[in-house]
């Protein structure tokens, strides 16, 4: 399986790919945000990772790791293309996370997620659920 992991740079490209998977979440994400904004905040404040796979991106993760006051870090998105799905691309882009997370002094990792399956994956590296809010679940990593 030929993939790459890359850090994306380019906001037409995060854009297209926000509204590409926009109602792939418990609540489309248009829902919740501007798409634009959105994007524009995550690369300029954040980090955004994507996997490329057949000379498309398949999978990205974005997330904030710049409080280093706090040492939180804050994961506002994941997720794989449906054509995509299975393949471990997920699993790779939070390990990936994880580390920029590590090398940037962070100590703890928040995320929040209505979907099962991506509950089940933050747990299985370790995330612990602190919260719950009607369908929604509050996780937290100590890294």
């Known amino acids: ?16 790919y926000l509204h590409d998977v926009d109602n792939d979440f418990g ?18 404040f954040g980090n955004v990772f ?7 991106i398949a999978a990205c993760i974005g997330f904030y790791c710049n409080d280093f006051v706090g040492g939180v870090a804050h ?10 799905r299975g393949k471990g691309f997920a699993r790779l882009l939070i390990k990936r996370m994880i580390e920029e997370c590590r090398s940037n002094n962070m100590s703890i990792i928040l995320c929040d997620s209505v979907n099962p399956h991506a509950i089940a994956l933050y747990k299985s590296f370790g995330f612990i659920e602190y ?3 009607g369908e929604k679940t509050f996780l937290k990593l100590e890294i």
Not at 75 to 84: H, R, V
Request: net charge positive; hydrophobic share 45%; aromatic share 10%.
């Open 131 to 133: 919260k719950k809010n």
């Open 27 to 44: 609540i489309p994400l248009s829902r919740k945000v501007m798409i634009p904004s959105f994007a524009e905040k995550l690369l300029t």
């Open 1 to 16: 399986m030929e993939y790459a992991i890359t850090r994306l740079s380019v906001l037409p490209d995060f854009i297209d």
């Open 50 to 56: 994507v996997v490329i796979y057949n000379s498309q």
């Open 75 to 84: 994961l506002p998105i994941l997720s794989t293309k449906e054509w995509a």
